[in-house]
């Protein structure tokens, strides 16, 4: 091979694997890695999941006392479009437990969110809030507002006084004779029945009567969890925080810490570009998103239909088109 033909060609194989690394720069990755761990906030450790690409995307579960673990898989497709981080709030999930059970408060939940945003430097955020989840990132945004981009309250409520009157009226829609016996363990009391073991939490008969037959016409809609069940689905993750935070006298009052929750007044003060998302039958009733809507000057209201309050179950594609379009503003 002549020298000019063998230069040419090491020349084209050069130009040639170029051409397929700058292709393979360009094209999007089909892997998805996931990181997890721990932040010290303030003295607790919080647990944190995190996956995905683009703008950092923090998301807050309800309860209180859950896990993020109900957010998957549904949640899995804004990964596409965003830095996905998951936490499991204080004394919830995989994160620390307190001994002290007055720490357990939405105030501090809130300043734990912060110390997860500035440890894992995520600068802005955009920060989404389902259920009790919502009410913490309402929390954050009272407080912390000048660090969210976007801020996205999926089926809460910004009064605790409304929401009981909620509930009352869904406890008031259960067939009567389930009301009936209801109403019978309720008054007879709810915990220290039972083995020594059962103790610290509702009995059997008491959760499938209140998450079951109170509370699934509100859960779900178009797309009923044929795997639900009433005495496990809703139960938290620790008792000790439940009882601390929504009370120890059933599940259609709350008369725990989160009685402070009386927000109506001061959501005028948030400013940041806000979506609220709510299910047309949900369990925090769409009136409530509507007066967050009128008093959330330039927020955005979707109401999602045949939906409960987990209506990223009931219709994910709705939920997502609602997300993805609020977030790319």
């Known amino acids: 091979m002549r020298k ?3 230069i040419v060609l090491v020349a084209l194989c050069v130009l040639t694997l170029a051409a397929v690394q700058h292709t393979a720069a360009q094209a999007p990755s089909a892997v998805y890695p996931m ?3 721990y932040v010290d906030a303030h003295g607790v450790l919080i647990y944190y999941v995190e996956l995905g690409k683009g703008a950092p995307l923090m998301v807050v579960h309800g309860g209180p006392g859950a896990d993020h673990t109900y957010f998957l898989p549904w949640l899995l497709p804004l990964a596409r479009t965003h830095r996905l981080i998951f936490i499991d709030e204080r004394g919830s999930g995989q994160s620390e437990r307190l001994q002290d ?4 408060t939405v105030e501090n939940m809130a300043d734990d969110v912060d110390a997860v945003r500035v440890a894992l430097n995520l600068g802005k955020i955009d920060l989404l809030g389902h259920s009790y989840g919502g009410v913490l990132a309402q929390a954050y945004a009272l407080k912390y507002q000048q ?6 309250l999926n ?6 006084r409304e929401m009981n009157e909620v509930l009352a009226r869904e406890k008031a829609a259960m067939p009567p004779e389930k009301l009936t016996r209801l109403n019978q363990l309720e008054q007879n009391g709810l915990f220290g029945k039972g083995a020594i073991w059962e103790h610290g939490r509702y009995q059997p008969e008491y959760e499938t009567l209140a998450w079951g037959d109170g509370y699934f016409p509100f859960l779900y809609g178009a797309r009923p969890d044929p ?4 005495a496990t689905g809703n139960a938290p993750t620790n008792w000790d925080l439940y009882r601390e935070m929504w009370g120890s006298d ?3 009052i709350i008369d725990g810490n989160l009685k402070s929750v009386e927000w ?3 959501l005028h003060t948030i400013h940041v570009p806000t979506l609220i998302v709510v299910g047309d039958h949900d369990e925090c009733d769409p009136s409530l998103s509507k007066e967050m809507h009128d008093k959330i000057a330039g927020s955005n209201l979707v109401i999602l239909p045949n939906s409960g309050h987990m209506n990223f179950v009931d219709q994910p594609q709705m939920w997502q088109k609602a997300i993805n379009g609020f977030l790319s503003q």
């Open 101 to 104: 059970v007055s720490k357990y």
């Open 35 to 37: 990181q997890e761990g």
């Open 155 to 160: 089926s809460t409520f910004a009064s605790t």
């Open 227 to 230: 795997a639900y069940d009433p």
């Open 264 to 266: 109506v007044d001061r």
């Open 147 to 152: 660090h969210l981009s976007h801020l996205i």
């Open 250 to 252: 059933g599940e259609f």
């Open 4 to 6: 000019s033909a063998a």
